[in-house]
C-alpha cells in the first residue's frame, strides 16, 4: 500500500530555535494534512494544504505543499516549550474520502536536557 | 461542547476474552474511523464507516469488529483479544462535507489498552 516517508524521527529543540520536518512519498496526494498530537490526546488538525505549491501559516506554522504533489514540510519557528508532542503528516488521494487518509510515522519533538 | 468520548481510558485483559471499546460523538458527523498507534508505526487505520450501517476495513482489521448501527457510536469489538493488539487506540469522526479545514478529522482522547 501507499507509505508516508516521515523525517525526523525524533528531534530536539532548544527553546527559540526553528524546527523542520518532512514527508514524502513515492505516490502523488492531493491533499496534505498535519497534525499534532499532545502526551495523552488525540492528534489535532495545524495545517491543511489542497494545491500544488500551497505555502499555507498557522502562527509559528508554516506548511508547504511540494510541487511534485509528493512530498509536504512543516516549519515551525521560534519554538517554545508547548511545540513538544508528536506532529504527523497526513496525505489524501485526489477523490479519496477520508476513509482513505495515510498517516506518517510521525516526528517527536522534545526539549533539549 | 464538540467532542469523540472513548471508553475506557485504559483496560487491561486476558488473551480470549472479548472487549468491546466504546466512541460517541456529539457533532452529526457521517463518517467515525478507529486507528492504532504503535511506536515507530504511527496511526494506523482498522476500520472505518461513512455512514450509518457502512463499514469499511482499513489497513490493519485483522482480529477486529466494528458496528455502526446508529450515526453517534463507533464501537470496537475484540472478539478474543491477543497480547499483539495491546497498543493506544484512537477514534475520530469528521463531516464529510467542505473539506479538512470546515470539517477536520476529529480525534478522542484514547484508550491505551493492554492483552496480557
Known amino acids: 500500500g501507499q507509505q508516508l516517508n516521515q523525517s525526523p524521527q525524533s528531534m530536539f529543540i532548544q527553546e527559540g530555535e526553528d524546527v523542520s520536518m518532512n514527508c514524502t512519498s513515492s505516490?502523488?496526494?492531493?491533499?496534505w494534512l498535519w497534525y499534532k498530537q499532545d502526551p495523552g490526546e488525540g492528534p489535532v488538525l495545524l495545517i491543511a494544504?489542497?494545491?500544488?505549491?500551497e505555502l499555507t501559516s498557522n502562527g509559528r506554522l508554516t506548511a508547504q505543499f511540494g510541487i511534485t504533489r509528493k512530498d509536504s514540510f512543516l516549519n515551525i519557528s521560534a519554538s517554545i516549550p508547548s511545540d513538544v508532542g508528536i506532529y504527523f503528516c497526513?496525505?489524501?488521494?485526489?477523490?479519496?474520502?477520508?476513509?482513505?487518509?495515510?498517516f506518517g510515522k510521525g516526528t517527536k519533538l522534545s526539549v533539549k536536557p | 461542547e464538540a467532542q469523540v468520548t472513548q471508553n475506557p481510558r485504559y483496560l487491561i485483559t486476558v488473551t480470549g476474552k472479548k472487549l468491546t471499546v466504546t466512541c460517541s460523538q456529539n457533532?452529526?458527523?457521517?463518517?467515525m474511523s478507529w486507528y492504532r498507534q504503535d511506536p515507530g508505526l504511527g496511526l494506523r487505520q482498522i476500520y472505518y464507516?461513512?455512514?450509518?450501517?457502512?463499514?469499511d476495513k482499513g489497513d490493519v482489521p485483522e482480529g477486529y469488529k466494528v458496528s455502526r448501527k446508529e450515526k453517534r457510536n463507533f464501537p470496537l469489538i475484540l472478539e478474543s483479544p491477543s497480547p499483539n493488539q495491546t497498543s493506544l487506540y484512537f477514534c475520530?469522526?469528521?463531516?464529510?462535507?467542505?473539506?479538512?479545514?470546515?470539517?477536520?478529522?476529529?480525534f478522542g482522547n484514547g484508550t491505551r489498552l493492554t492483552v496480557t
Open positions: 494544504l489542497y494545491k500544488a505549491g
Open positions: 497526513a496525505g489524501l488521494n485526489y477523490g479519496g474520502s477520508q476513509g482513505n487518509l495515510i
Open positions: 475520530a469522526s469528521s463531516s464529510q462535507k467542505g473539506g479538512f479545514y470546515n470539517s477536520p478529522l476529529h
Open positions: 457533532m452529526n458527523h457521517e463518517y
Open positions: 464507516s461513512m455512514n450509518v450501517e457502512v463499514t
Open positions: 505516490s502523488i496526494f492531493n491533499t
